[in-house]
């Protein structure tokens, strides 16, 4: 019996259209502060960035500013031996990428650093635009714009 509607070609060989990769547009994940959660959100940010066609200079200028919010996050967001979390998220479009950095501890706090105060200033230097905002239930969220 002959069929009446047409099948979906799946991308079989004679196929008349194209296949094409379709990578997802956002990526993030949850990790514990700790020192050993810097270089795995630097690798996850840099791999993203990679797969979705970022430049060699801008990839540079993402992981140290990665870095510097995710350490941020790590040293001061929390009280020493109290437990906590950072989060990240990377979303590609078409002509720049979004990246975001938070955590869930104490936020901005009046008292001094141990550091030299220098991170956000370097954020604020590699990034195309920046901002931190407070949250809601604590803790901070630095956002970071890159062009492709």
Partial sequence: MPETEPRPDHGRAGSLEPRVAVLPPAEGATLPA????????RRAIRRFAQ???????????????????????VVHAYEPGEGGEVSYAIDAEADEFEIVVMDLGHGLREKPSEGLGLGLKLIAMLADDFAISAQLHGGLEVWMRFSR
Avoid: D
């Fill in 34 to 41: 700790s020192p050993a959660a810097v270089p795995q959100i």
């Fill in 51 to 73: 797969r979705h066609g970022a430049h060699p200079r801008v990839l540079h200028r993402m992981e140290l500013a990665v870095s510097e919010a995710a350490t941020n996050a």
